[in-house]
C-alpha cells in the first residue's frame, strides 16, 4: 500500500509499504534512527514519535494508521531538545543513550502539556520510559535544574 | 605518588558523546550498519534436552528471498567458548556454533539467512525438524551427579584446572580456607546456618543484541558489535571459525548498555559465519526475547552460610558454600562464583579468626548465565549481610554497631582476598556518614503509620574489586597532533558509563591541557592497543593508569623532541602544557613542536602504555533503605535508598553518583520484582517486559548518594573502582527492612507481595 503522510515537517509518500509494517520500522526506514526499540511489547517507551504531537508508542501502531497525519521525531524536534538536554548531560544522567530519545521525546510533551510540572508529575508522565543505567535521579535532577534555571530567567524582568 | 592538584579529575565534566546521544544521532550498531545486510534469525530449541534426529530445510530454502540455511552438519567441530576472557579462559570449551545436541529452550537448531524479515521468519516456521526428547536437569540442586549429562561429549575441553568434570555436570568446584573453620565454629557462643537463593536475572539493557558483518576491502572479517570486549571477541570468532586473528576486525560502536552481558559473545558467531559462508553483509538483532531467554544472565546461586559470633558480636568464622548455575554452557562459570566468597567474607576481616568457602558450579538444561554487574560477589552478599543483620536481630545489637565491630579497617591485610591490603578503605566513614544522612536512629525502629502501613529501614555493607588481579591488561595510545591537541585511543568500551571521558580528565590533568583538546577513541581491535575490555570494574584502575603512564612517555618525547627545536639537551627541559621551556627561558611551543615532529624525525610523537596490576583494591559501600510496607496486600515501595560510597577518588563525581543510583535501582528491581521462572519442561515464563518486571522512576523512591574518597596508591589519581559494587547492598539492605516490618526472613530473591503475603514468621 501507499503510505502519505508529514514526517518531521515534509511530504513524504512512500509506495508499496506492506499493510503490516509498524511505524516505528517505517521510521527507521526513512531513515529516523533516534527512534529505538527496547521491547516490541510496548513497555519501554525507546520508540515514542508524535503522532499529530500527541507521543505514541511507534513499535505498537501500523504504519498505515499514520497515514495522513503529522508524525514527528526527535530528528524534528532537534531546537526543543537542545534548550534542556545539556541539562541531562551535565547530571552525566545520558549513560548508555539508547533510551534518550524516547526519555527526551515524552519529556518535551510532558512540558508542553504542563510547563511547570512538580517532581511528581514528572515521575508520573515518564513512568512509562525505561531506563536501566541511571536509577532515573540525575533524570530527575537535570529536569529540574533546567525548570528551575528557565524559571530564574523569566523572573529576571521583574526582579 | 603524592595527591596531586587536578583540574578536571574530581570534576563533573560531560560525557564526550553526551549531546550526541541524548539529540538522537545514528551512533549505534543498527545505526551505522550499512543497509542491505542479510537478515540472519536464529531457529531455537523448543525442548531444553533434546538431540536433533532430523532436520530438513528444503521447503524452508525455497520460500523467495531466503538465501541460505545451515545447520550442525555445516559449522566446524571445534569447541569454543563465548565467556570474553583472558586466554586461557577459565570457562570450559564445551560449545559449538550449532550442536546436534540442544541444551535448553533457546538454544539454536538452524541459522537462516535472508534478503528480508519476513523471509526469515517464514523460513524459520518451514524448516523441519524431529527431536528425540532427553530427560533433562531443571533444578541446580540435583544437577551433580545427576546420571543425566548436559555434556556428555568427548570433546568438551577444559583450558583450566578450575575443578570441573563433564561426567558430573561440574563446570569447576573448589575449596579455600584461613584457620580451622570447625574449630572456631565449635567455640563460638552462636551459630547461625542460613540458605539464600538468588536467581538468574537479566541485564535487561536497553539495546539487545546485535552485530553486523561484513567482508572489509582486504577481504577480511570485518564484524560491527555491540560488545564490551573486542579482543576477546576477535579471539573467540577466530576459533569458532576456524580462520585466522589477523583475518578478523572487531569494532564497537557506542554501546545500548552492557552491564556485563556483552562480555559474552553473544550474538558475534551467527552474522560472523554467514558472511563466511555468503561473502555477504550481514546483521543479527536480538528481539527482546531472544536476549531475555537466550543472552547470559546472573547465574542462579544458593549460598549457605555458617556464622559464629561471640554474645558481644564478634563475628569469628565464616563457612560458606556456594552452589551456582551455569546453565547449559559453561561461560563464567568459574569465575563468578569465586566472588560469592572473596568478596563478602574479607569485610569481616575486623574480627575473623578463620574462613572456608567451597563451591559447585554445575551444569543445568536451562539458559546459559554469564557476566552481570557484581559477577557473583552480588548473591555472596545477599547471603552474608543477610545474615549479619540476623546475628544483629539475634543477638538485640545494632547491625550498624555490629557492622563497626567486625569490619575491615585501612591497613588491614584480607586473608580471604588473596592476602591482599586495604590500602585504601573508608568503609569506616562510609558507615558514619550513611548512618547520619540517613537518619538512622530514628528511621530504623519499625513505624506504624496507622492505615495498614508500616515503615521500616534496612542495612547491608558491600565490596568489589577493581580489575582481575595478575590478569587484566589495559592499555592506552596518546598522539600529539599539529595543533598540540591529543588523541586518546584504548581498547576498554565505553557502554555509557563515561569512561571515554573520564580517561580523557586523566589524560588532560597529566598532560596540563584543556580536556577538550583529547578526543578519544575505542574501540576497534585494527586500531587500538590491546586492552581486555571493560568488565570485572577494570578500566578506571587499570585503563586508567595504562593512561598516566603513557602521557607521562609522551612528555618525554615532548621534551625530546621540543630540546632539539631549542638546541639543547633533553635533560634540561622542562613540559609546561602549551610549551618546553629551556634552563635559559626559551621556549618551544606546542604547536611547533608537533610540526617539528613531522619534518626529519626519529622520535614518535605518540606513546603506548600498558598497565596490569599485581592487586585488585576494593571499592567499599554501605547502602541504607527506607521501605513502606503493607501489611495486607504485601506490597512494598522503597521510600529512599541512600548511600555512601568509598571509590577511591572519584574521578568525575557527577558520572560516579549515576553509576551508583543505576546500580542501586538495578538492586531493587533484583530483589523486588524480576523474576525468573520456567513451567515445567524448562521454558522460560518472563520472556519480555510484559513480564520481566524492571523498576520503572516510580519503583525506585528517593535515591540519595554521596561519596566518602579514600586514596589508593597504586591507582590512578588514588582511583579504584565504582562500576559494580553499587548493585551490592539493595538485596540484603531490603530484605532487612522487610523482616522489621513483618518480622519474616526473606532469604530468597525476589520478594514479591505475594511471598509477603503468604510469609510465616520464622522459628529458626
Not at chain 1, 29 to 43: D, F, I, L, P, R
Not at chain 2, 306 to 324: P, V
Not at chain 2, 605 to 610: F, G, L
Not at chain 2, 674 to 686: C, D, L
Request: include cysteine; glycine fraction near 8%; charge should be negative.
Amino acid at each position: 500500500m501507499e503510505i502519505k503522510l508529514q514526517l518531521n515537517g515534509r511530504a513524504v509518500r512512500v509506495p508499496d509499504v506492506d499493510p503490516d509494517t509498524t511505524l516505528y520500522d517505517f521510521l527507521r526506514a526513512q531513515g529516523c534512527a533516534s527512534v529505538k526499540c527496547g521491547c516490541e511489547t510496548s513497555n519501554c517507551g525507546l520508540c515514542t514519535v508524535f503522532l499529530d504531537d500527541v507521543p505514541v508508542l511507534s513499535c505498537s501502531m501500523l504504519a498505515a494508521r499514520a497515514a495522513g497525519h503529522k508524525v514527528t521525531t526527535l530528528e524534528g524536534l532537534q531546537a526543543e531538545a537542545e534548550e534542556f538536554v545539556g541539562f541531562i548531560a551535565d547530571q552525566g544522567a545520558d549513560q548508555c543513550g539508547f533510551c534518550n530519545p524516547g526519555f527526551v521525546m515524552n519529556t518535551i510533551a510532558l512540558l508542553r502539556e504542563n510547563p511547570d510540572p512538580t517532581d511528581e508529575e514528572i515521575k508520573a508522565y515518564l513512568s512509562g520510559n525505561l531506563c536501566r543505567c541511571s536509577g532515573y535521579e540525575g533524570q530527575l535532577r537535570g529536569i529540574r535544574r533546567f525548570l528551575d534555571s528557565r524559571n530564574s530567567r523569566k523572573e529576571v524582568p521583574h526582579a | 605518588m603524592p595527591e596531586k592538584t587536578t583540574k578536571y579529575v574530581g570534576k563533573a565534566v560531560r560525557k564526550k558523546d553526551s549531546l550526541q546521544l541524548l539529540l538522537g544521532k545514528p551512533v549505534y550498531t543498527s545505526d551505522v550498519a550499512p543497509k542491505g545486510a542479510l537478515v540472519v534469525q536464529l531457529l531455537r530449541s523448543p525442548h531444553a534436552n533434546a538431540i536433533v534426529k532430523t532436520i530438513d530445510t528444503t521447503i524452508a530454502r525455497k520460500v523467495p528471498g531466503v538465501v541460505d540455511i545451515y545447520t550442525w552438519q555445516d559449522v566446524p567441530n571445534q569447541r569454543y567458548t563465548n565467556a570474553g576472557q583472558t586466554y586461557p579462559e577459565p570457562s570450559p570449551y564445551d560449545r559449538l556454533i550449532l550442536d546436534r545436541h540442544l541444551r535448553f529452550v533457546g538454544d539454536p537448531v538452524a541459522i537462516i539467512a535472508a534478503e528480508n524479515e519476513k523471509a526469515a521468519h517464514k523460513a524459520k516456521k518451514l524448516i523441519k525438524v524431529e527431536y528425540e526428547v532427553l530427560d533433562a536437569v531443571l533444578d541446580f540442586r540435583t544437577a551433580k551427579d545427576n546420571p543425566t549429562l548436559v555434556h556428555p561429549e568427548e570433546d568438551w575441553l577444559p583450558l583450566c584446572d578450575v575443578g570441573g568434570d563433564n561426567h558430573r555436570n561440574l563446570v569447576a568446584s573448589g575449596e579455600e580456607k584461613d584457620g580451622d573453620v570447625e574449630d572456631v565454629l565449635a567455640g563460638c557462643d552462636i551459630v547461625l546456618d542460613h540458605t539464600y537463593h538468588t536467581r538468574a536475572v537479566n541485564q535487561a539493557m536497553m539495546e539487545t543484541f546485535r552485530t553486523y558483518t561484513d567482508l572489509d576491502r582486504y577481504g577480511r572479517l570485518h564484524v560491527l558489535s555491540s560488545t564490551q570486549i573486542v579482543f576477546h571477541c576477535r579471539r573467540i570468532l577466530s576459533r569458532a571459525l576456524g580462520i585466522p586473528k589477523s583475518r578478523i576486525r572487531v569494532e564497537k560502536p557506542r554501546i545500548g548498555g552492557g552491564f556485563g552481558a556483552k562480555q559474552t559473545s553473544v550474538s558475534e558467531v551467527y552474522p560472523a559465519f554467514v558472511t563466511m559462508k555468503t561473502g555477504r553483509p550481514a546483521m543479527i538483532v536480538y528481539t527482546r526475547e531472544e536476549s531475555q531467554i537466550a543472552g547470559s544472565p546472573r547465574h542462579e546461586m544458593e549460598v549457605r552460610v555458617r556464622l559464629g559470633a561471640d554474645k558481644d558480636g564478634r563475628i569469628r568464622a565464616l563457612d560458606l558454600y556456594t552452589l551456582s548455575n551455569s546453565g547449559a554452557y559453561g561461560e563464567h562459570g568459574p569465575t563468578t562464583v569465586g566472588l560469592s566468597g572473596h568478596k563478602s567474607i574479607p569485610l569481616y576481616t575486623g574480627s575473623l579468626e578463620a574462613f572456608r568457602f567451597r563451591y559447585d558450579v554445575v551444569y543445568t538444561n536451562l539458559q546459559a548465565a554469564g557476566a552481570y554487574r557484581g559477577y557473583g560477589a552480588t548473591q555472596g552478599i545477599f547471603a552474608v549481610e543477610s545474615i549479619v543483620n540476623e546475628l544483629a536481630e539475634k543477638l538485640h545489637i545494632d547491625p550498624t554497631e555490629l557492622r563497626d565491630r567486625n569490619m575491615v579497617r585501612q591497613g588491614m591485610t584480607m586473608p580471604a582476598y588473596y592476602n591482599e591490603p586495604a590500602n585504601a578503605c573508608a568503609l569506616d566513614r562510609c558507615m558514619a556518614r550513611c548512618r547520619e544522612i540517613f537518619d538512622w536512629e530514628h528511621r530504623y525502629p519499625v513505624r506504624d503509620m496507622g492505615n495498614g502501613k508500616v515503615r521500616a529501614a534496612g542495612v547491608a555493607m558491600a565490596m568489589q574489586g577493581s580489575g582481575i588481579s595478575g590478569v587484566d591488561v589495559g592499555s592506552a595510545t596518546i598522539k600529539l597532533s599539529e595543533d598540540g591537541t591529543y588523541n586518546l585511543v584504548i581498547g576498554a568500551a565505553d557502554m555509557g558509563t563515561g569512561c571515554d571521558t573520564i580517561l580523557a580528565q586523566m589524560a588532560a590533568d597529566c598532560l596540563d591541557c584543556p580536556v577538550e583538546d583529547v578526543a578519544v577513541f575505542s574501540a576497534d581491535t585494527d586500531v587500538s592497543p590491546y586492552d581486555s575490555g571493560s568488565y570485572a570494574s577494570s578500566t578506571t584502575y587499570v585503563t586508567g593508569k595504562a593512561v598516566e603512564k603513557a602521557c607521562t612517555e609522551l612528555i618525554d618525547h615532548i621534551c625530546t623532541i621540543g630540546a632539539e627545536l631549542l638546541g639543547c639537551d633533553a635533560a634540561g627541559v622542562t613540559f609546561e602544557g602549551d610549551c618546553v621551556r629551556a634552563a635559559d627561558g626559551r621556549t618551544a611551543s606546542l604547536t611547533d613542536i608537533a610540526y617539528k615532529a613531522q619534518v626529519s624525525n626519529n622520535c614518535a610523537a605518540e606513546v603506548t602504555a600498558t598497565h596490569s596490576s599485581p592487586i585488585s583494591p576494593p571499592p567499599f559501600m554501605v547502602g541504607m533503605a527506607e521501605i513502606e510496607l503493607d501489611k495486607l496486600t504485601g506490597e512494598v515501595r522503597v521510600l529512599e535508598y541512600d548511600a555512601v560510597v568509598d571509590c577511591g577518588t572519584p574521578v568525575n563525581p557527577a558520572l560516579a553518583r549515576v553509576q551508583t543510583e543505576g546500580g542501586i535501582a538495578q538492586g531493587i528491581g533484583m530483589t523486588l520484582t524480576e523474576n525468573v521462572t520456567y513451567n515445567a519442561a524448562g521454558k522460560p515464563i518472563e520472556s519480555s517486559f510484559m513480564q520481566y518486571k524492571v523498576p520503572t522512576r516510580l519503583d525506585v523512591g528517593h535515591l540519595h548518594v554521596e561519596f566518602e574518597s579514600s586514596y589508593e596508591p597504586t591507582g590512578p589519581f588514588g582511583a579504584k573502582s565504582i562500576g559494580e559494587i553499587v548493585i551490592n547492598t539493595p538485596a540484603p539492605a531490603i530484605a532487612h527492612a522487610i523482616m522489621r516490618a513483618t518480622g519474616v526472613w526473606h532469604r530468597e530473591l525476589p520478594i514479591t507481595p505475594e511471598v509477603i503475603a503468604m510469609g510465616e514468621p520464622d522459628q529458626a
